[in-house]
């Protein structure tokens, strides 16, 4: 039986929140309580690629320290988007 779609995203949230770095934590678990519904089914699953990696690469292609994958660049991209529009002044 197929996962619906709420069910699919009360796991990505919880996977969200539940990261291992508290600053993962706190980009990822924001993102998927803010912004994570308005995403396509598309999006779900690049985003759900995206919460397979390690959070130690993560953190340096969010933080541009290393470059991200390009598989990975537009899922990323949203999550640093919804980042930066809440944390500029």
Request: proline residues 1%.
């Given at each position: 039986?197929?996962?619906?779609?709420?069910?699919r995203?009360?796991?990505?949230?919880?996977r969200?929140?539940?990261?291992?770095?508290k600053?993962?934590?706190?980009?990822?678990?924001?993102?998927?309580?803010?912004?994570?519904?308005t995403?396509?089914d598309?999006?779900?699953?690049a985003h759900e690629i995206?919460?397979a990696?390690?959070?130690?690469?993560?953190?340096?292609?969010?933080?541009?320290q290393?470059?991200t994958?390009?598989?990975?660049?537009?899922?990323?991209?949203?999550?640093?988007?919804?980042f930066?529009s809440k944390?500029?002044?």
């Amino acid at each position: 039986m197929a996962e619906n779609r709420e069910t699919r995203l009360k796991r990505l949230r919880l996977r969200s929140w539940r990261r291992g770095i508290k600053e993962m934590d706190l980009l990822f678990g924001t993102f998927a309580d803010e912004k994570m519904h308005t995403l396509t089914d598309a999006e779900l699953d690049a985003h759900e690629i995206l919460m397979a990696e390690h959070d130690q690469d993560l953190l340096v292609w969010f933080t541009g320290q290393k470059d991200t994958p390009n598989e990975l660049k537009d899922a990323l991209s949203r999550v640093q988007d919804h980042f930066l529009s809440k944390n500029t002044t």
